[in-house]
Structures are given as C-alpha cells and as structure tokens.
C-alpha cells in the first residue's frame, strides 16, 4: 500500500527536481528520502524520474502521478483540518488546475484570515464535473473558464487571462520574446480533450485558426503536469493560460503571444439554490478582488 508521506517526499523531490534540496527542505537525510522514492517507484512498478542527467526530470509516470498525489496529500491534510477543526465551517471550492496555481494563492490567505471559523477544501475538477458537483451540493463555490452559466448556475466572469506558449527547450522559438502563432502551424500540439475543458480548448484552437491553421493535436492530457512532461519531452508544443507558467518544470520554456486578442476567460459559479453562505462569500471577494488580482505572472 502507497503511504501518505511517501507521496509527500515525491512530490518534494518533483517539486525541486533534486533530491539534495529536497531533502534539505524536508529536514531529513539524502539517503533516506532517495530510499523512499525508490521504494515508491517499486510499488508502483514505474519509473517516476529520469536519473540520466545531472538534474532529475519527472518521466511521464512521474508527471502523471503528480497531480494525482497532490489530490491524495491534500485531502488527507483536509480530513485532518475538518477533525481539528471540529465545528468550524467547511469552504469546499472547485477549482481548475490553473486556478489552483494561479488565483487562489493570491486570495485565500486573505480572505480565510478575515475568516478563521472557515476551513478551505480545495477540489480539483474540469468544467463538467464542477457544474455537476455544484449542481448537488459537492461543492460550495467554483473556478473555471465558463462563458455562459447553465439553469441552477450563477455565473461571474472574472477576467480575460491571456494565452501563452509553451515550447520544449531548444526549440528555435524559444529564444524569441514573444510568439506569432503562424509560426507554430506545422508543429505538433498537445492540448486538453474538449470534454474536458471545452472553453479552454475551443479558444487555444480558434487563436490558431486567426493565425491561418488548424492546429495538430497529437497528444491530449488531462492535467497541467501532463502537458508540461509533454511538452518537455519534446513531443509537442502548448498553448496555455498564462497562470500555468506558475508551475515550472526543467526543459519547458514559456513565451508570450504577439495576439493581444489570445485570452481566455476566468469565472467563479456557485449554485443559484444550495449555495452555502461561505461559498458565496468567497465568489463575492473574488468579484471585489478582480482586476487587482492577476491569474498569472506578466511574463
């Protein structure tokens, strides 16, 4: 049986991408965290990092594993929240990745110190899946790229967050300042399934489309970390929000678009009947909050 804390010393390990600093981060001896990875990698019976180079890099089992730990590590430090907590209010949110990496980091804090009876349960979820759970009450409040809200669906747009692109290093674009899509036209994309993120995946491929071409997609993911190994691993180029250039990952260079009009739209939705009181208030703080709150870094 994988353990909590060895999902926990991977994802310091995938996070630092060297086990030195890792370890150091962690307060523990070298050895004993390569140990863990390793035994972990048996268990799993796969190779989780390319130990080939002077610096580790995540395999694609290791980038897929990573926001599945992540999940994993979450909800056990969330259980522990709610049982310490005991009567203080749960705040379940929906989130896409991006928002995860992007807005919440830069309202949370604020908003939950103003609060402390709250305790925050993040989810990461598509579109679909958040619309359903908020629909049944799974969720309090969500974060997506939803355009036109749905019947039982209250929607406020938030911002138009610009695209970026992401290129396998060495790539002969990556030392450009920004990007003109028309140059990619006969590259190789990975994108996520339109099922998956309809909004998102309808805009990457009606940017390329003003730009003279239908992209390629050769390879689908279903998480930012996915793509990033993708990409990395020189399989295809991306074309993400800009907010996913807060995950980094070795071997991935990312550029601005030389479109201004390349944006793709960022809402919060909470349901128009069960909505709970902590789960409007936070929609009510993100509205307030935006325009001064960016979904990414500038560059």
């Given at each position: 049986?994988?353990?909590?804390?060895?999902?926990?010393?991977f994802?310091?390990?995938?996070?630092?991408?060297?086990?030195?600093?890792?370890?150091?981060?962690?307060?523990?001896?070298?050895?004993?965290?390569?140990?863990?990875?390793?035994?972990?990698?048996?268990?799993?019976?796969?190779?989780?990092?390319?130990?080939?180079r002077?610096?580790?890099?995540?395999?694609?089992?290791?980038?897929?594993?990573?926001?599945?730990?992540?999940?994993?590590?979450g909800?056990?430090?969330?259980?522990?929240?709610?049982?310490?907590?005991g009567?203080?209010?749960?705040?379940?949110?929906?989130?896409?990745?991006?928002?995860?990496?992007?807005?919440?980091?830069?309202?949370?804090?604020?908003?939950?110190?103003?609060?402390?009876?709250?305790?925050?349960?993040?989810?990461?979820?598509?579109q679909?899946?958040?619309?359903?759970?908020?629909?049944?009450?799974?969720?309090?409040?969500?974060?997506?790229?939803?355009?036109?809200?749905?019947?039982?669906?209250?929607?406020?747009?938030?911002?138009?967050?610009?695209?970026?692109?992401?290129?396998?290093?060495?790539?002969?674009?990556?030392?450009?300042?920004?990007?003109?899509?028309?140059?990619?036209?006969?590259?190789?994309?990975?994108?996520?399934?339109?099922?998956?993120?309809?909004?998102?995946h309808?805009?990457?491929?009606?940017?390329?489309?003003?730009?003279?071409?239908?992209?390629?997609?050769?390879?689908?993911?279903?998480?930012?970390?996915?793509?990033?190994?993708?990409v990395?691993?020189g399989?295809?180029?991306?074309?993400?929000?800009?907010?996913?250039?807060?995950?980094?990952?070795?071997?991935?260079?990312?550029?601005?678009?030389?479109?201004?009009?390349?944006?793709?739209?960022?809402?919060?939705?909470?349901?128009?009947?069960?909505?709970?009181?902590?789960?409007?208030?936070?929609?009510?703080?993100?509205?307030?909050?935006?325009?001064?709150?960016?979904?990414?870094?500038?560059?």
């Open positions: 049986m994988v353990e909590v804390r060895q999902l926990q010393y994802l310091a390990v995938a996070d630092r991408l060297s086990v030195t600093d890792a370890a150091r981060d962690l307060r523990m001896a070298q050895a004993a965290l390569s140990q863990s990875v390793t035994k972990l990698e048996r268990r799993l019976g796969a190779t989780l990092f390319d130990r080939s002077r610096r580790l890099r995540l395999t694609p089992a290791g980038a897929a594993l990573v926001p599945e730990a992540r999940m994993i590590v909800r056990a430090r969330e259980l522990g929240a709610v049982v310490a907590g009567a203080r209010t749960p705040l379940r949110i929906g989130c896409i990745t991006s928002a995860v990496s992007g807005l919440l980091p830069d309202v949370l804090p604020g908003f939950l110190a103003a609060r402390p009876e709250i305790v925050p349960l993040v989810h990461e979820m598509g679909r899946a958040m619309v359903d759970a908020l629909r049944a009450g799974a969720v309090d409040v969500g974060v997506c790229r939803m355009l036109v809200a749905e019947e039982g669906i209250e929607l406020v747009r938030l911002a138009d967050e610009p695209l970026t692109c992401l290129l396998p290093e060495g790539h002969p674009q990556a030392a450009a300042e920004a990007v003109d899509l028309a140059d990619l036209a006969v590259e190789s994309f990975v994108c996520f399934p339109r099922d998956h993120a309809p909004v998102a309808d805009t990457i491929v009606g940017a390329c489309v003003r730009a003279g071409f239908s992209p390629r997609v050769t390879q689908e993911a279903l998480n930012d970390q996915s793509l990033l190994g993708i990395a691993a399989l295809a180029v991306a074309i993400v929000p800009r907010s996913t250039t807060r995950l980094r990952m070795a071997g991935v260079v990312a550029r601005p678009l030389t479109d201004p009009a390349a944006v793709t739209p960022l809402s919060v939705l909470v349901a128009s009947a069960v909505s709970a009181p902590a789960g409007r208030a936070l929609r009510d703080e993100l509205v307030r909050l935006r325009g001064r709150t960016g979904p990414g870094p500038s560059g």
